[in-house]
C-alpha cells in the first residue's frame, strides 16, 4: 500500500470524527481546534488533521483565527436565520419532488430509515436519533431526483445536520417525519410541501427551546 491513499484514509476519518464531534455537541461553539492536540488525541500526524480542517472551513462548521488554531463555528442570529431560510426553500422543493417520483423501493428505503429513527426516539438515544433524522432528510433528497438541488444540499449539509442536531425532542421530530412520509407515500405534493414548512416551524421553535436551556446547562456543568 502507498502512503497517498493511506494519508487519505487518514484525512477522512478525522473529518468524519471532527465533524461528528462538532454537530453532535461533544465540540461546542467556540472550542478551539489546535491541530496538534487533535493529532495526538486521535493518534495521526498533524497533516491529515490540517486536511480535515480544510474540508470543516469549507462546509462552514469552522472558523480561521488569523496566525492561530481555529475553532468551532459560532453561528450568529443572522446565520441561523439564513440556514432556516435555505432549509425552507430546499425541504419544500424536495418533499414535493419526493412525493412526485417516489418509487416503491424508494419508499421502503424511507420507512426503514423511519424504523431505525422511531427505536431510536423510543430507547431515549438523541443522538442516534438525530442521525437518523438527518438520514431520513438525506434520503428525501435523492429521492427528489434533481441533481442541482442535491448539490446545494451536499454544500451545505455539515451546516444543515448541525441545525437539525439542536432539537431535543426526537419523539416529535418522528412523529412528523411519520407525518411527512404519509404524504410521500399517497404521492401528494401539495401535502409534502405544505408538512415540510410546518415541520420546519417545529423545529425553529425547538432551535429556540435549546438555546433557552443553554444557560442553564451551562451553569451546571
Do not use: C
Not at 465540540?27 to 480542517?53: C, K, Q
Not at 428525501?140 to 441533481?147: A, D, H, P, R
Not at 442541482?148 to 441545525?163: K, Q
Amino acid at each position: 500500500m502507498t502512503g497517498v491513499p493511506h494519508s487519505e484514509g487518514e484525512s477522512a476519518r478525522v473529518t468524519r470524527i471532527l465533524r461528528e464531534e462538532i454537530i453532535g455537541g461533544a465540540r461546542g461553539p467556540g472550542s478551539r481546534l489546535v491541530e496538534r492536540e487533535i493529532a495526538a488525541a486521535l493518534g495521526v500526524s498533524r497533516v491529515p488533521v490540517r486536511e480535515a480542517l480544510r474540508v470543516l472551513l469549507a462546509e462552514g462548521l469552522v472558523s480561521p483565527r488569523p496566525n492561530s488554531w481555529m475553532t468551532v463555528r459560532q453561528f450568529s442570529e443572522r446565520d441561523i436565520e439564513e440556514l432556516f431560510e435555505m432549509r425552507a426553500a430546499i425541504d419544500s422543493l424536495a418533499f414535493a419532488l419526493a412525493a412526485r417520483n417516489a418509487s416503491a423501493s424508494e419508499l421502503a428505503r424511507l420507512a426503514l430509515a423511519l424504523s431505525d429513527e422511531s427505536k431510536s426516539a423510543a430507547n431515549g438515544d438523541a443522538a442516534a436519533s438525530r442521525a437518523g433524522s438527518a438520514a431520513f432528510h438525506e434520503i428525501v433528497i435523492e429521492i427528489s431526483g434533481n441533481s442541482l438541488l442535491a448539490e446545494i444540499w451536499r454544500t451545505l449539509s455539515g451546516r444543515m445536520r448541525w441545525l437539525l442536531g439542536q432539537h431535543d425532542h426526537p419523539i416529535e421530530m418522528h412523529e412528523e417525519h411519520a407525518r411527512l412520509y404519509a404524504a410521500l407515500a399517497s404521492h401528494d405534493e401539495e401535502a409534502a410541501a405544505a408538512l415540510a414548512l410546518a415541520h420546519l416551524e417545529t423545529s425553529r421553535r425547538a432551535f429556540e427551546r435549546h438555546l433557552a436551556l443553554e444557560p442553564d446547562d451551562a451553569a451546571q456543568a
